[in-house]
């Protein structure tokens, strides 16, 4: 029998109160993992007022005392490096190699590089003249809502709990329907590591009913998202009735732009990673490769002679490097994508077809796929496919190749692949995106801020930066002179100094 989590609300592990559940399927084999509650308004409503009744006194705690409970959450985590791994890598499909030694190293760096930077944050004093004195303090927003995608199911909410806790509010966290259940599990170890009842609060159930509902909670002060543009703006809309703000990390169509003197060796390497880690379900993945036409030729043969090699198979194998995608639906919608790529006119250089080997025959996979001479106008350079699925197109001078990147409704990320840094900086600037990387791509650290602009999004993760989501700055103006100092000082007390004006 499928194993059951526990959804986490008020310091305790529970069931739903209909006692509904949802399976979370394999997306390897197509076996049911475990169950998850399915929840409805009703938890959404008791892990918010818990979450509301904890807020006073967990924005009394100090920065060390939240950070000694972050550092053993880090231990835990570390204990259970290689069975959450698994986990992780059963319930989307994310290779093991990914899941043991990037997922389960940032979940646990998460909770110190926070407890690090928390500890480290100050306010301001302002120059207001000599005769007062104004400072600004950095206050908790309350209760914060946190709705996560399945692409990195437990890294995301990491990173969102982690500056949230740290800044003094407490959380109700949303995960994936697909992929929640390393979320649940991470509520046990929030038990286990002493943060009082209320303090992290995680619900499971249907976007569609428990997000909303958590979206529109009255206690709710702010939420932050992570996923598709179209929920975004489903999620801006719902909250812009109680004017309430909304951190959006949202798609991108990232461009990877391969000027003429690009080291080809290593711009291969990148492009590799850049478009298929992840089985490119990753919103800064490289699905738009802009090539110099000196170079497309050279670029093509070895690309799709490197993608070749990628093996594709069972994700709980250490060598397989792509799994399959998150789930059935997912698969269907990216082979729609790849069959009105190839109507569209688009040249199919590699893949196009479901790999039919007996590791993939069960599971929802999907083969690396390349297409050549892309209109950049066309949908497959335009939309995002989020799978191993990414087209090419040829430019002849830099300023085509940032008109071409720019061209586009998203402005996640970009990456330009050249010798010539003073070139690259100049196209860096100009590049309508959060983040643009010389001779790399996907590098994403916390000690960098990451976020985009247009319909990417407009908010920051990581980097001391990301504390500004989850906090207010209050401004305190002290006067120092004893006596107000105002254009009708004196009007009240006899005096008429509005003759002064
Ligand atoms: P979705 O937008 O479908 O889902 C994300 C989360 O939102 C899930 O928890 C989902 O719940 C919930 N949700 C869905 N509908 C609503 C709603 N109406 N109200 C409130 N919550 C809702 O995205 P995916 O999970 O499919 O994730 C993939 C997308 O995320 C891609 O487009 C990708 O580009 C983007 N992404 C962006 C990143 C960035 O940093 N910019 C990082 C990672 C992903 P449920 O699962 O129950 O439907």
């Given at each position: 029998?499928a194993?059951e989590?526990r959804?986490?609300i008020?310091?305790?592990l529970c069931?739903?109160a ?17 169950q998850?509650p ?8 008791r892990a918010a007022?818990?979450a509301?009744?904890a807020a006073?006194?967990?924005a009394?705690?100090s920065?060390t005392?939240r950070a000694?409970?972050f550092?053993r959450?880090?231990?835990?985590l570390?204990?259970h490096?290689q069975?959450?791994a698994?986990?992780e890598?059963m319930?989307y499909?994310?290779?093991i190699f990914k899941?043991?030694?990037?997922d389960m190293r ?9 407890a690090?930077?928390?500890r480290?944050?100050?306010g301001a004093?302002?120059?207001v003249?000599?005769q ?5 303090i950095r ?5 914060v809502?946190?709705?996560?995608p399945?692409?990195f199911?437990?890294v ?7 500056p949230?806790?740290m800044m003094?509010n407490t ?8 992929a ?11 038990v286990?590591?002493g943060f009082p009842?209320?303090v992290?609060?995680?619900v499971?159930g249907?976007?569609?009913s428990v997000g909303?509902?958590?979206v529109?909670?009255?206690y709710v002060?702010?939420?932050n998202?992570t996923g598709d543009s179209?929920?975004?703006k489903r999620i801006l809309a719902?909250?812009?009735a109680a ?5 959006c990390?949202l798609?991108g169509?990232?461009a990877?732009i ?11 390497e990148g ?9 490119g379900q ?6 738009r ?5 000196s ?9 799709v002679a490197?993608a ?6 069972d ?5 397989t490097?792509i799994?399959p995608?998150a789930?059935?639906g997912h698969?269907?919608?990216i082979?729609?994508f790849v ?9 199919l250089l ?17 083969a690396?796929?390349?297409?050549g001479?892309c209109?950049?106008k066309?949908?497959l350079?335009?939309?995002e496919?989020?799978?191993?699925v990414v087209g090419l197109t040829?430019f ?8 071409i990147?720019?061209d586009s ?6 990456s330009?692949?050249t010798?010539d840094?003073?070139q690259g900086?100049?196209?860096a600037k100009?590049?309508k995106v959060?983040?643009?990387w010389?001779n790399?791509h996907?590098s994403?650290?916390?000690?960098c801020?990451?976020?985009g602009?247009?319909?990417s999004?407009h908010?920051k993760?990581?980097s001391?930066m990301?504390?500004d989501?989850y906090s ?8 120092l002179v004893?006596?107000?100092s ?8 006899g ?7």
């Amino acid at each position: 029998m499928a194993a059951e989590y526990r959804v986490l609300i008020n310091g305790e592990l529970c069931e739903s109160a209909t006692r509904e559940t949802m399976d979370v399927i394999n997306p390897a084999n197509g076996r049911i993992v475990g169950q998850a509650p399915k929840c409805t308004e009703l938890e959404v409503d008791r892990a918010a007022e818990a979450a509301w009744k904890a807020a006073p006194g967990w924005a009394e705690t100090s920065p060390t005392e939240r950070a000694e409970i972050f550092f053993r959450m880090a231990n835990l985590l570390r204990k259970h490096r290689q069975e959450w791994a698994r986990l992780e890598t059963m319930q989307y499909g994310g290779p093991i190699f990914k899941t043991l030694n990037f997922d389960m190293r940032f979940d646990a760096e998460h909770f110190e590089f926070m407890a690090g930077v928390g500890r480290a944050v100050t306010g301001a004093t302002l120059p207001v003249g000599p005769q007062a004195m104004s400072m600004t303090i950095r206050q908790p927003l309350g209760v914060v809502g946190l709705i996560t995608p399945w692409n990195f199911p437990l890294v995301t909410a990491i990173s969102k709990i982690t500056p949230a806790l740290m800044m003094g509010n407490t959380a109700v966290v949303k995960p994936p329907s697909c992929a929640p259940l390393t979320v649940l599990k991470l509520g046990e170890l929030a038990v286990e590591a002493g943060f009082p009842p209320g303090v992290l609060n995680i619900v499971t159930g249907l976007g569609s009913s428990v997000g909303e509902a958590l979206v529109r909670h009255p206690y709710v002060s702010k939420i932050n998202f992570t996923g598709d543009s179209e929920t975004g703006k489903r999620i801006l809309a719902l909250a812009s009735a109680a004017v309430k703000p909304v951190a959006c990390e949202l798609g991108g169509k990232n461009a990877f732009i391969v000027l003429p003197d690009a080291d080809m060796e290593p711009t291969i390497e990148g492009a590799i990673w850049g478009g298929f880690f992840n089985s490119g379900q990753n919103c800064g993945a490289s699905s738009r490769y802009l090539i110099h036409e000196s170079v497309y030729d050279q670029f093509v043969e070895k690309f799709v002679a490197a993608a070749r090699m990628l093996r594709v198979g069972d994700p709980s194998n250490p060598e397989t490097m792509i799994g399959p995608v998150a789930y059935k639906g997912h698969r269907d919608n990216i082979e729609r994508f790849v069959e009105r790529a190839k109507e569209s006119g688009a040249r199919l250089l590699l893949g196009g077809e479901r790999p039919n080997t007996p590791e993939t025959r069960d599971g929802y996979f999907v083969a690396p796929t390349i297409f050549g001479d892309c209109d950049p106008k066309s949908e497959l350079m335009q939309e995002e496919v989020f799978g191993p699925v990414v087209g090419l197109t040829k430019f002849r001078t830099p300023e085509e190749a940032v008109q071409i990147a720019n061209d586009s409704r998203f402005g996640l990320c970009a990456s330009i692949w050249t010798r010539d840094i003073r070139q690259g900086l100049v196209m860096a600037k100009q590049l309508k995106v959060g983040t643009v990387w010389l001779n790399q791509h996907l590098s994403i650290v916390f000690e960098c801020p990451w976020g985009g602009c247009k319909e990417s999004g407009h908010s920051k993760e990581n980097s001391i930066m990301v504390l500004d989501e989850y906090s207010m700055m209050k401004n305190v103006w002290i006067d120092l002179v004893g006596t107000p100092s105002t254009p009708w000082q004196g009007r009240f007390q006899g005096g008429n100094r509005l003759d002064a004006l």
